[in-house]
């Protein structure tokens, strides 16, 4: 299967890559031209990035391009409840390979805080992205199961987080993993001006090819993201 076979809604593009490396090289060259047009449009740009294993490569090759890092403010679509130091850290990869070299300019704001429980870390998060300008760029990727950001199936606070309203962070939990996670709202996240989704390989587009199949955001939430100008990069 390849993804030119998935019957993808009006407006959603497909970009497909020969091998990871290539999709890596592709996306950070797209996502550094549309923050440096965003930084000469309005003087500054934000990017929202997904952490895991799969973009480690990408940020490695976004973190060489050249750009005014000092005017980017790069923040998380989601993260694990531990701190920045903890080995499931999202902060903690992207400091690893995102925030170096001339990259290591960049604004960094963390979801993380050290707060009692995680439902006050998410109501200092909410805050915090409060303050946050407009999303300029968003790189989201997605699970076997259909969540995206930490958007979990049968999580609770998922139809909070899936619903229209003004809060921007929840606390939310991995069915399959116990640990806590604060993830942005739905709305948050589709506010950005561009939307990205990054997968690779046979499963995930089963799992796309299935979500583009039905309706019921709340059994895949990456189905409330399947809207018009989301580009898919994807590979083998």
């Given at each position: 299967m390849a993804i030119s076979d998935v019957k993808l809604p009006a407006g959603v593009s497909?970009?497909?890559?020969?091998?990871?490396?290539?999709?890596?090289?592709g996306l950070a060259l797209n996502v550094a031209k549309q923050l440096s047009e965003a930084i000469a449009a309005r003087g500054n740009a934000v990017l929202v990035?997904?952490?895991?294993?799969?973009p480690?490569?990408?940020?490695?090759?976004?973190?060489?391009?050249?750009?005014d890092w000092s005017k980017v403010v790069v923040t998380l679509a989601d993260e694990r409840w531990v701190p920045v130091e903890h080995a499931d850290s999202n902060a903690g990869l992207l400091k690893?390979?995102?925030l170096k070299g001339p990259a290591a300019k960049a604004q960094f704001l963390s979801l993380y805080s050290a707060a009692a429980n995680v439902e006050q870390a998410a109501e200092q998060a909410d805050r915090l992205l409060g303050e946050l300008p407009a999303i300029d760029v968003l790189v989201l990727g997605m699970g076997d199961d259909g969540h995206t950001a930490s958007l979990?199936?049968?999580?609770?606070?998922?139809?909070?987080?899936?619903a229209d309203g003004?809060?921007?962070?929840?606390?939310?939990?991995?069915?399959?993993?116990?640990?806590q996670r604060l993830t942005m709202s739905r709305a948050l996240l589709a506010s950005a001006r561009h939307k990205i989704l990054s997968i690779s390989g046979q499963s995930k587009l089963t799992t796309l090819n299935a979500a583009v199949a039905g309706d019921d955001v709340a059994a895949m939430p990456i189905r409330a993201f399947?809207?018009?100008?989301?580009?898919?990069?994807w590979c083998p």
């Open positions: 497909a970009h497909p890559f020969k091998s990871p490396v290539l999709l890596a090289e990035v997904s952490g895991g294993r799969s480690v490569a990408f940020f490695q090759h976004l973190a060489k391009q050249e750009l690893q390979y995102l979990f199936p049968d999580s609770p606070n998922l139809a909070e987080a899936l003004s809060r921007r962070c929840w606390p939310m939990l991995a069915p399959s993993v116990p640990r399947l809207q018009p100008t989301l580009e898919i990069y």
